[in-house]
């Protein structure tokens, strides 16, 4: 069993950084895959960013790339998301998920534990 815990978020003017930190309860979180997730209002949850259990591998959605970046520290059971020039239509609840396995390429559904979420708001 693993708990997550977001947080770091907030507000943030266009083109601004945040840093978003998933602190996790269990002993066993290097063996996680993590990952981060968004939803904004009325849309269906969509992938941000995965790393490996231990951070040598990481993957990102198109939409990021270049701008965000995923790391990890086992010691810390911490994972976090660094975000670099948000945009408006970044405006979403950020969630961090973890999963058994190895691969980074998998659907929302396909992650075993969740986080409560944390808010990011972009102004224009």
């Known amino acids: 069993q693993v708990q997550l815990v977001e947080s770091g978020g907030g507000l943030v003017q266009a083109g601004g950084s945040l840093r978003l930190s998933c602190a996790a309860s269990?002993?066993?979180?290097?063996?996680?895959?993590m990952g981060w997730f968004r939803q904004a209002p009325g849309k269906e949850r969509e992938f941000v960013a995965a790393?490996?259990?231990?951070?040598?591998?990481?993957y990102y959605a198109d939409s990021v790339k270049g701008r965000f970046t995923i790391s990890r520290d086992n010691a810390k059971n911490t994972v976090y998301l660094q975000m670099n020039s948000l945009k408006s239509e970044e405006t979403a609840v950020y969630y961090c998920?973890?999963?058994?396995?190895?691969?980074?390429?998998?659907?929302?559904?396909?992650?075993?534990?969740w986080g409560q979420g944390t808010q990011v708001t972009v102004s224009s």
């Open positions: 998920a973890a999963a058994y396995g190895s691969s980074l390429y998998r659907p929302p559904d396909e992650y075993n534990y």
């Open positions: 269990g002993r066993t979180f290097s063996s996680y895959v």
């Open positions: 790393i490996s259990w231990s951070g040598g591998r990481t």
